[in-house]
């Protein structure tokens, strides 16, 4: 975002978890006893029995990506089960375990997947392609106060490229790419299905821009900073309470700065988000008379949500309702 767009109100970040990967004949990447394993279809978005291509995808929009992609050639799991967020989750060894067999594992990466780099560096998934969605996307730096570990570690990039429908669409690209390069005999289908699901990304591109192009205000209040890309692309201002990271413990003078802008800015809505407690967006809302609105990041849903079937496209519809809201849009 430009210089004078945004407020952070940045707090600490959890550290990001790391991975110690020990291999032996005997052991799994963590060292330790090997478990037996079951589908993860109880855990996660969706996975499938059949002669079908084996994709993982590290958290939901990617899988939300994969899955319109790889359509009924392609068996698609999530590997963050449901509910979680996942700038802070690590797997299990059973998850782990899970992802032998799977042909591709689709990732975000600049920091959003801490244990990925040891994954890769392990050997013990040497017939499995790790596919970067973020490849030939130019990255933005994260604030230079962030401080979670993983993001510096990763150059310190700002991960959430998926809030801008624009660069979901290279996301898509990618995913394409590699499922063709995997299941060259389903090439044409892939990418039949890629170029449908552009589509719909196009439509929610040109719905933002006039949902957007006529409101009173320009600033809203997100939970954490997700939306930068977003804020770029379509010229509104975001005041994040917590940084790159939605966990992170927020000081109260940062609390207090929050609340001046939201109070300089007549801001009617503080956003909560779906995976994250919402007292703290409830208690600053009290403080600047505000209501709370839910602004997905898009980095998971919940059980019922799940058993709604609600896709990417309908958080984002979702958002953009909630967004007008805010900026009082006509």
Known sequence: MKSGQKFAIIGGI??????VLVISTESNIFGQTKVSTSSLAQNNYGNTEGSKIKVAAS??????????????????????????????WEPSIQQIEELK?????IYNGAGMEAYISKFM?????????????????????????????????QGGMDPH?????????????????????????????????ANA??????????????GLSNCKKDTFVSFHNAFNYFSNRYGVHDVWITGIAPEADVPPQDIQ???????????KVIFSEDLVDPRLANTLAGEVDAQVLVLSPLEGINQ???QQGKTYLDKWYQNLHNLRTALECQ
């Not at 959890?14 to 991975?19: L, S, Y």
């Not at 958290?59 to 963050?80: H, Q, T």
């Open 304 to 306: 019922t949500e799940q």
């Open 59 to 88: 958290f939901f929009p990617l899988y939300e990506f994969a899955r319109n992609i790889g359509g009924d050639k392609a068996d698609v799991f999530s590997f963050l089960p449901i509910g979680n967020e996942p700038h802070s």
């Open 161 to 193: 490229v998926w809030n801008d429908p624009v660069l979901a669409e290279q996301e898509i690209i990618n995913i394409k790419n590699a499922m063709k390069k995997a299941d060259p005999a389903n090439a044409q289908y892939y990418e039949n299905n």
């Open 121 to 153: 560096e392990s050997g013990e998934f040497s017939n499995m392609t790790f596919v970067k969605a973020t490849d030939g996307i130019t990255l933005l730096k994260a604030d230079a106060a962030e401080d979670d570990k993983e993001i510096i570690a």
């Open 197 to 210: 699901y552009i589509t719909k990304l196009t439509a929610l591109d040109n719905n933002i821009k006039t």
């Open 101 to 105: 067999g799977t042909k591709l594992f």
């Open 257 to 267: 700065r929050v609340i001046q802008i939201a109070k300089d800015k007549d801001v």
């Open 14 to 19: 959890a550290t990001a978890v790391i991975i």
